[in-house]
């Protein structure tokens, strides 16, 4: 597609239950990267993946947080056990993944309300 | 010392002003430099890219970067209520892993 496209939009979920966030970044764009931003703060880094591989995890908050990612393209976010505190807009991006013109491209994001 | 520094403001400032915005870095291996715009819902949007330090001039938007001092800048000039947005600036170094400021929120008043 033209953008960075996201999946769902907006999600509610009841504390406890396990949600999946999708992400499908530009054609070509080998580089995806996960972000959380919670209201009134800044992005916090997640997780990146360079083709299906992540060669930085530091960022997952807990181990209730997983991403993979599939043919290079296609990632999931997906958050077990639910708690108040992940509620937040979590954002995905793309970028060629070259270092010498590293600029990402962000999707509109997956809104997430635990309640 | 968090890696990127940025206040949160927010700044409000008159139509027709000039804007400056800033981050300070403690990470010496920095040399790519980005600024973003993030309207209210909406997913941060890429405005201005600078390899280490210099200018950069796009329209309004001037991108400045002191890597001795390290410290980063952008300025807008002939600010319009349109350009009330959270600024966040970016920056990386060879590893692809990118460190956002906390943003800014700016408003232009009319």
């Known amino acids: 597609g033209a953008g960075v496209s996201q999946s769902p939009s907006n999600k509610v979920t009841e504390k406890g239950k396990d949600v999946e966030l999708r992400c499908d970044p530009i054609?070509?764009?080998?580089?995806l990267y996960w972000y959380r931003q919670s209201l009134g703060q800044g992005l916090e880094f997640l997780i990146y993946?360079?083709?299906?591989?992540?060669?930085?995890k530091s960022g997952l908050p807990s181990d209730r947080f997983s991403a993979e990612r599939t043919g290079g393209s296609v990632s999931t976010l997906t958050i077990q056990r639910t708690q108040q505190e992940d509620s937040a807009v979590y954002l995905c991006?793309?970028?060629?993944?070259?270092?010498?013109?590293?600029?990402?491209?962000f999707g509109e994001g997956s809104w997430l309300t635990v309640v | 010392q968090k890696e990127v520094e940025q206040d949160p403001g927010p700044l409000s400032v008159p139509e027709g002003a000039i804007v400056s915005l800033n981050c300070t870095y403690s990470?010496?291996?920095?040399?790519?430099f980005m600024w973003y715009r993030q309207y209210s819902r909406k997913g941060p949007e890429l405005l201005m890219y600078?390899?280490?330090?210099g200018n950069k001039e796009d329209g309004r938007f001037t991108a400045q970067v002191d890597k001795s001092s390290k410290y980063i800048s952008l300025f807008i000039r002939d600010s319009q209520p349109s350009d009330s947005a959270t600024y966040l600036c970016?920056?990386?170094?060879?590893?692809?892993?990118?460190?956002f400021g906390k943003g800014t929120r700016l408003h232009i008043l009319p």
């Open positions: 991006a793309s970028s060629t993944g070259q270092t010498s013109g590293n600029t990402i491209y």
């Open positions: 054609s070509g764009h080998t580089a």
């Open positions: 993946f360079q083709g299906n591989s992540a060669p930085d």
């Open positions: 990470n010496s291996a920095f040399q790519y």
């Open positions: 600078t390899y280490s330090s």
């Open positions: 970016a920056m990386s170094g060879r590893d692809d892993k990118i460190i």
